[in-house]
């Protein structure tokens, strides 16, 4: 995967988690850290992540794969691999 | 108002006017009172009408308030419209028997055979160091007995205007005419005529605060109005117009809508009519008040003659002021 | 006279530990009082000076009676000089607020006791109630049309805060809390429910719904809870003035902790009567808005039964303080794979220990395990939720 096409990738990410933590220093997350962890998600803030990425992406992240989305840097690298219906 | 171009009259024009016309509109019509005919009344209101209507309509009266208006209520009896005028509202107390136990209650007691459709206009008020025998505002008195009506037109249109629908009256009506306000000058239609008198009317519109006032007062509480709004704060100024019966609704709606009353009363403030407005805002309108409603009265003291003692015993505009900014507090 | 029991309704002074003019410190003991439970030690709320002492040992007095008056140091500075001003009135005892404040704080559940006054004498207004509790922003797609309306009924007189002020806050709960451990006698209930039914089912529900149709364990939970409040009516409606008012309807207060600190607990309408589906919705909508500040004024007055949910902390059971003036408060903590015995025969299976703090003078244990029975029991058949 080039950082090319992992940019902007990582930008709907970033904005995702903007929606569900308005008040979080994103600048300062740490790509290998559990999301959940550094951010204080709940579950709900959690599914209204995936939400956000799933309206962002077009991509369907089914239950099972929810630990994927663990940190900035696996949430990148899993969804350059799914297949999605629009353009990052 | 209505579309006809408005002059320049003094109030003490407007009263006037009201007179004549009401004697050219009515022969049952007739003024009577302490030096109304030759000298054209205390503070010339009757200027001329001696000459135009004649002795007849037009009857000067001994020094005797008792007498001329008990002579008033007669011929009010009999089936006249009379306007009987007294100097100041301190010498109508000499009246008051007449006023009291027979204009107010005649109908009562007759079961409604009896009506007094009479008229009395009278001054009142402080402000032109005259002293305490001559200065005092005793409209509360007036106000509170049933069977009277009691106005106070603070406006050029009111002095116009609310003559004609008192005379229309089938019982008692007392205007008060406050003694400052004869020389002052204001808009009026040319062809402006009778006013309503049921209803007090809102002078400005606001909404942080009502300020309450009738009669002289109101100038004062529409100036303070002007100095409130330098400040940020948006008064809205109520006159009375009629002191009994209270219109309430106008009232209770403004405060509702500002949520903060300072009432002005010439009157001392015990047992003034500003308590009887206070407690009636506190009966109706209690849980919509964001502060203590407050009065601005005169001093409770026999109004005294120097000008500066005066000035500070009676209500002024800084005075509402100050009030007001007490009222709304840390908004201020 | 504080009350030192919600049925307290008088005390003797005992004993004056301070006199006139002595400094006192905030937590100081400063008198002695009887009760029908005994010798009680009064500490104060306020550092300062003595100013008076208006009730003289041995005097027996309501709750609520003055006892003595102290002034602020700043005060007494003040008073060193020649007196200019009227003294500033006492200290009341409860918080000086104008009628229409009192009004507008009922109506949106604001204790008073934790807004700051800006009106005569330092009175809160009825502005000061809507700085701590703001008006609902409306949808932005709608602001435009509703702005004029709002100003012809009401004229705002201060742009409002976009959200909520934390220190008020965290008054507000102090203020609550401690009335609730005050005047509550609360007992407290656990019971383990067992999730396999529940998660198996979400599971495959979650399986064929689309990312953002897709159910949180939260939505059965709540919507077992409410079914388990319209059983046992007793934990659902509101103690004032001495009398339990049972509510018909069940508005569940959901807690949710703001990550800057503090937590709200608006609530959720009606959760007995929607399908889960409407309730994860609302839920999701709720959250969301927390997190944005822009809850609305409905929301955050009239919960009649909170439920609060510490497990994403990973926390194993909570016992939490009601809110007044609730009866009753439903814990749940971290739904954890558990060792389980069940018809002889040991397995592991997802567990959650679900907890209820209940109002004793509206209910017993007897009736809160009833509840935490039913709750239980909706639990084991999520389809019908």
Redesign the interface.
Known sequence: MSTTTQAPLEQVVLGALASVAPEADLAALDRNVPLREQLDLDSMDFLNFVIAVHRALGVDVPERDYAKLATLESCVEYLAGLPRTKPA | MNGAPAVKVTYREAVRAAMREAMQRDARVFLMGEDVGRYGGTYACSLGLLDEFGPERVRDTPLSEGAFVGVGIGAAIGGMRPIVEIMTVNFSLLALDQILNNAATLRHMSGGQVGVPLVLRMATGAGRQVAAQHSHSLENYYAHIPGLKVLAPATVEDARGMLWTALLDPDPVILFEHATLYGTEGELAEDAGAVPIDRAAVRRAG??VTVVGYGGTVAKALEAARMLAERGIDAEVIDLRTLRPLDDETLVASVRKT?RAVLVDEGWKTGSLAGEICARLVERA???????IARVCTEEVPIPYPKHLEDAALPQPGRIVEAVL??????G | MPSLGADMDAGTLVEWHVAAGDAVKRGDIVAVVETDKGLVDIEIWESGVVDALLVAPGSKVPVGTLLATTRTDGARAQAAQPPVLPPPPRPPLRPMASPAAKQLARERGVDLAAVHGTGPHGAITRADVEHVTPSPAPPPEKAEARRERVEEVETPREPRPAVLDATAMRRAIAASMARSKREIPHYYLSADIDLSRSTAWLEAENARRPVEERLLLAALLLKATALAARAVPEVNGFFVDGVFRPSSAVHLGVAVSLRQGGLVAPAIHDVDARTVVEVQASLRDLVGRVRTGRLRSSEMSDPTLTVTNLGEQGVAAVFGVIYPPQVALVGLGKPLERPWASGGMLGVRPVVTATISADHRVSDGHRGALFLAALDGWMQKPEAL
Do not use: E, I, K, M
């Not at chain 2, 209690?286 to 203590?292: G, K, Q, V």
């Not at chain 2, 007490?326 to 908004?331: D, E, H, I, M």
């Open positions: 909404r942080d949520r209690f849980y919509d008040l964001d502060a203590p007490a009222t709304v507090g840390g908004r």
